[in-house]
């Protein structure tokens, strides 16, 4: 059997797909033009290769499992390295520099729902911070293992292992999915049966299902079903305080939601172990086009009009000239919006035909014609250049340049005006503060109300100044962004990344409720703490000296802990059907 691919412990994706030497040198020669910025400048740009992984020294753990953890524990380099940060630009450069001064203590990687309670009854007796880990894939500092030094240790807890699809219900059309489940995997399962979860993130093969619903990740659909969120009809979580199982219905009006509580959470509240998702037919009719438009004003009311339509088409995708340019091989500077329908049920050109209509009203042009293949021309051009973008978004920081996006959602009377803020400010703070640069927008999702553009900033810096400067284009952005009516993050997450300007978003109350919630649900602050909330203080001495777990190593086989005037955490799973009630597992 051929070695499993491995994943890089220092970058995005898989290691045999990074970009090459020779390809990054020959992609730094060429940044000068696209900068807009003095050849020496651009000359200045210097390709380095990251470190040796062997020659990476990391602080020795501070912490060890008891006996009966062990076996689930690890303190291997290439383990704790790969833990140490996620996928966004200040980890990706953190790590290609070498710096890992604050790596998890121990990574663990539970087999089961018991050993999850375990080590969270473990971690909570001894105040070890906990910051649960499915792919690694975050792009807002959301599963660094940066937390409050008044946690004596880290813990990365990796729920690969929760993985597969352990149900399908095809009368329903749901599936019971283990959270610690990758994408591909999760399609390869799904396929032989005729249905797919058909979502499909830029992480895809390199994210899993509970980290797509504790971050709320948008996916493949542009309209109508485009988060996590409209998938999930049940979850299963496993807090310090207790289990939480919310009931399988397609429906409910009985009070505020529990699945919404627990999406976009973000390890804060606690464990996704798994979930029942709904499903959809594999489809069998597709088709697509490109518009091209004059302007991107004239791109933007086609897009509106779409959203607008009920047509809901599964890919709206609205490119400025820019992105056009360098995601999909336009050269003539104009605006494409790429358009596709797809249907396990009936044929879809109906659709297509008004949607095209839609695009010539707006002033647009479709050159190419309709195809009924998302890979080819312009659109494949794209799709595969989107694809391939982590990777090159790496290329680039090797060279000691800046390669960001961000992205919001706004109301469409906004979002000329949030348009204009955020691509003026940030352009200036380019050239303020790197001399040029690049800020290209697109459309990733549209709604009847807003659009959701994502921005892409490409600057040149220097091995030693990207982070500072990064710090300042992030700040200009994020504040136009708020200051003109726009959410802090449509589908990244919050992390650390985000964290200051969402405090400024949410509403005070709710924040208030949120913390109440945390406490109860963590009442000693141990999950993924910076990360929506600031950490709560503790007072009791904690061990540290690796003793035997004094907690129950199961929830259900005593009473769950929870502070003695509050009555255990309820699930609506009978006692007879829990494996935790059972000890037994997934």
Not at 254 to 274: H, K, M, Y
Request: proline letters at 8%; aromatic letters at 8%.
């Amino acid at each position: 059997m051929a070695p499993s691919r491995r994943r890089s412990w220092w970058g995005w994706g898989f290691e045999d797909q990074a970009i090459d030497l020779a390809q990054r040198q020959a992609l730094a020669s060429g940044l000068g033009s696209l900068f807009g910025v003095p050849g020496s400048r651009a000359a200045d740009l210097q390709v380095r290769e990251p470190p040796a992984l062997g020659s990476i020294d990391l602080p020795a753990p501070r912490v060890s499992m008891p006996p009966s953890l062990s076996p689930i524990a690890s303190t291997d380099l290439y383990h704790r390295a790969s833990h140490t940060h996620g996928k966004s630009f200040v980890d990706v450069v953190r790590a290609f520099h070498g710096d890992f001064s604050r790596p998890p203590d121990l990574v663990v990687f539970p087999r089961d729902e018991c050993e999850v309670s375990a080590v969270l009854d473990w971690c909570g007796d001894h105040g070890v911070a906990v910051v649960p880990f499915g792919g690694g894939s975050s792009v807002v500092g959301g599963v660094s293992c940066e937390v409050d030094d008044g946690f004596p240790a880290v813990v990365s807890l990796d729920l690969s292992r929760l993985d597969g699809v352990v149900e399908i219900d095809g009368t329903s059309r749901s599936a019971c999915i283990g959270a610690g489940a990758f994408g591909p995997d999760i399609e390869d399962a799904l396929r032989p049966h005729g249905y797919t979860l058909r979502h499909f993130p830029q992480s895809f093969e390199h994210s899993t299902l509970g980290g797509w619903i504790a971050t709320r990740a948008g996916g493949h659909f542009a309209t109508n079903y485009t988060h996590i969120d409209d998938f999930v009809e049940s979850l299963r979580v496993i807090a310090p305080a207790g289990v939480v199982e919310t009931r399988r219905l397609p429906g409910s009006g009985a009070g505020p939601s529990p699945d919404r509580l627990f999406l976009g959470s973000e390890g804060t509240l606690g464990v996704i172990t798994q979930a029942w998702m709904r499903l959809q037919d594999r489809p069998r009719f597709t088709t697509s086009a490109v518009a091209h438009f004059a302007g991107f004003a004239q791109g933007v009311v086609a897009a509106r009009g779409m959203a607008q339509s009920g047509l809901f088409p599964s890919n709206c995708r609205l490119l400025d000239a820019g992105e056009a340019a360098t995601a999909a091989g336009v050269a003539d500077n104009t605006t494409l919006l790429v358009v596709g329908f797809e249907s396990a049920d009936h044929p879809v050109d109906a659709w297509m035909e008004r949607a095209v209509e839609i695009c010539r009203d707006a002033g647009g042009r479709v050159p190419e014609g309709v195809k009924h293949s998302s890979t080819q021309g312009f659109a494949g051009t794209w799709r595969t250049s989107f694809m391939a973008a982590p990777y090159w978004r790496d290329a680039l920081i090797s060279a000691g340049c800046i390669a960001e996006t961000f992205e919001t959602a706004v109301t469409w009377d906004r979002f000329d005006a949030l348009h204009a803020a955020v691509t003026g400010e940030v352009r200036r703070t380019l050239e303020r503060v790197c001399g040029g640069g690049r800020v290209t927008c697109r459309f990733t999702h549209v709604y009847p109300d807003g659009p959701a553009p994502y921005f892409t900033v490409i600057a040149p810096s220097s091995h030693g100044s990207q982070i500072a400067q990064w710090k300042e284009i992030k700040a200009a952005a994020s504040e136009a962004i708020l200051a003109n009516g726009g959410t802090i993050t449509h589908h990244h997450a919050v992390g650390r990344d985000h964290r200051p300007w969402y405090d400024r978003q949410r509403p005070d109350l709710f924040a208030g409720v949120m913390a109440s919630a945390k406490a109860r649900l963590d009442p000693a602050g141990i999950l993924n703490p910076g990360v929506l909330f600031d950490p709560i203080s503790s007072s009791p001495p904690f061990d540290t000296s690796g003793g035997q777990c004094c907690a129950p190593p199961c929830i259900g086989e005593g009473d769950p802990p929870s502070t003695p005037s509050e009555p255990p955490l309820q699930s609506f799973a009978s006692p007879l059907s829990d494996p935790l009630r059972k000890g037994g597992s997934l």
